[in-house]
Each structure stands twice: as C-alpha cells, then as structure tokens.
C-alpha cells in the first residue's frame, strides 16, 4: 500500500485542531477494504514460494492444487512434478516425478484427488487422465471419448484442452474442463466431459458446453461445490495489458448433454451451462502487490490452479496460484479468497 503525503494549510491545520478539539482523539484511517465484489474477498497472498527450489527441483509451473487425504496441499507442475505442501506456510515436504507410460514427461495440467489418495493428473498434450499411486507408478488411463482428441484423432487442438478437474457427487463423478473449443464448435465455447465411476474404474458420461465471456478466455481450472454446482475460472493474456481472470459460479442443471452433438454452433436446442459472475480478479485491492509486467492490477498473474480448502463463517475458503512458466517476468502468487455463494 502507498502511503499518502498530506499537504495542510494554516487554515485546515487549524480547523483540524478545532476539530479535535471538539470531538475528542482522532480516529485512526479505516483499514482498506478487501473486498473484490460483494460475494468475494481477497484475504492475503503470498509469494513466498517465487523462483525457490526443493530438493533439486523448480518449485513453479504450478497448475493445479488439491487437499490431500492428510490436509497438506498437493500442488501440480506442468513439468511432470507433484509437490506435497505444508497447508499452513506452503512450505515443500516432499516432490513426486511423473512420466506416462514410456517414461515421457508429461504436460500436467489438471489434479483430482481420490478417496484413497489416487491421483487423478490430465495431461493436455493427447489429451489424459491417468490415475498415480502416491509414489507415482501409473496405475490405469481413463478412456477419451474421440471428437475430444487431438487432431488428427480428434478435433481438439494440442495444449488446448484438458486444463481443469474435479470430483463430484461424493466422488463418483470426475468432470474435465477443455481449455478451448473444439475444430468446428463456436470460439469460446468449450466442452466439459464427466466420467462415471464404475467399480474401481471409470466410463464417459455426460458432455455439457460452458460459454467463456470472449474468444479469448479460456478454462484453467474448475472445482465442484458439495451441492453439484462449480466454481469456474476463465483466463486470458494480452501482450502488454496482462491478464484477465474471472471467477464464475456456474450450473450444470438443466444443460444439455452435448456428447452427441458434432459441432457447437449456438443452436437453440443446446442449453449452455449457466454461470454467474462472482468477481474479476482485477477488482480486488492490491494489498502491495507487485507486477514483473504490465497488469491491469498488479495483483494479477497467469492464474490457473484452483481449490476449495474449508469454510469460514459462512464462507468458503478458496485459494488460487499462478503459474509462472519459469519466466523472469511472472510470480507463483497463492491467493486467498473468501467466497459467498
């Protein structure tokens, strides 16, 4: 926060004394705000895991977050790492290297978390979802339905699709969010496909569209509520501007399942996903943040984890990072939201 200098006349000077001297000591300035909109604050944030390493390993490229079975925060590198951190300080406990089957890095960019501490991990080069043991070893791969396969098997665009997951329905539903449309679908319509659990494996289920504000945003993360609705990021980046990221609360009730529909183009017989605005992260106060690169609040960096950590006095606690992609001019900034729905 900067601090103001204060320039007082003779005159003003004076009246403030008289001021004072009439109503007693002077008050102390009313501490900022840190509301973002009326269902969001912004409670802290901390850059304290920034350009830092951990047993050898870069600690950033994070994107994805989860609590884990014993409450210490997973938190997912898209350079094939999962970090186990202190849920309290963030703090480093452990690292787990990930491949897929042949040993290949992954481009990891979604994180679930199973009842038994299964990982759920996507990754968005294919696109998959492979379930990890807690070591790492591969233990099965979830079945893609085929329109949402990178081209050619598909008519998805490669580093353009699964960004998002979450369990739902006490852990019996996974849903992933694609990052952005489909060949053939409408720019800034996007697919989120669920899978049903079946014993200890899953089948496709239902596909439902969700339409981002502009062109441009796409889906980094979504995360359940207990009630079936989802919190939904949308993020953008505009060369010399910075980023956009939003926070929407949004339905899937009601909405069409669009499995069989080949292409999305705003016809009336397809109802979208229905979404409410909760906040633009840019509205909420700096609280001195600063930005390596221009932003519309320096606040804001390349925002794509999201996680739901508890509740508070009626709200839910929500946390966020960004993913610095090892630059220079970007920040690992963990954010700490509070969230009335």
């Not at 007693?24 to 390493?53: I, N």
């Not at 960004?163 to 969010?177: D, K, P, Q, Y």
Request: with cysteine; aromatic share 6%.
């Amino acid at each position: 926060m900067q601090l103001r200098t204060v320039l007082a006349t003779t005159t003003a000077a004076l009246a403030a004394a008289a001021c004072l001297a009439a109503t007693g000591p002077a008050q102390a300035a009313a501490p900022e705000s840190h509301a973002c909109s009326p269902s969001v604050s912004l409670d802290r944030f901390s850059d304290a895991l920034d350009k830092t390493t951990y047993d050898g390993t870069f600690v950033g490229n994070l994107s994805a977050l989860a609590v884990d079975r014993d409450g210490s925060l997973a938190a997912l590198s898209d350079r094939s790492s999962l970090f186990s951190l202190d849920a309290r300080t963030l703090a480093p406990r452990s690292v787990v290297p990930l491949a897929d089957e042949n040993g290949a890095a992954l481009d990891s960019e979604g994180l679930a978390i199973e009842k038994d501490g299964t990982r759920l991990i996507t990754s968005e080069t294919e696109p998959s979802i492979r379930r990890y043991g807690t070591d790492g070893t591969i233990l099965d791969r979830l079945p893609v339905p085929a329109s949402l396969q990178v081209a050619p098997a598909g008519r998805a665009t490669s580093n353009q699709t699964f960004e998002g997951l979450t369990l739902m329905n006490g852990g019996r539903t996974l849903l992933a969010s694609m990052e952005y449309a489909l060949s053939g679908d409408t720019a800034g319509t996007v697919r989120f496909q669920t899978w049903q659990r079946h014993g200890k494996g899953w089948k496709p289920g239902a596909q439902y569209a969700y339409r981002t504000d502009a062109a441009f945003l796409g889906v980094p993360e979504v995360q359940a509520l207990p009630d079936g609705r989802l919190l939904v990021l949308e993020r953008g980046f505009t060369p010399g501007v910075g980023n956009t990221v939003r926070l929407y609360l949004a339905a899937l009730r009601h909405a069409t399942d669009t499995s069989g529909v080949e292409n999305l183009t705003g016809q009336s017989g397809v109802r979208l996903i229905t979404k409410t605005l909760l906040t633009d992260i840019a509205s909420c106060p700096t609280l001195g943040a600063t930005a390596k690169q221009p932003q519309p609040n320096p606040l804001l960096d390349n925002i794509e984890g999201m996680a739901i950590t508890g509740h508070d006095k009626g709200r839910l606690k929500v946390l966020l990072v960004s993913d610095d992609n090892q630059n220079a001019v970007q920040t690992t900034r963990f954010y700490y939201l509070g969230v009335r729905v």
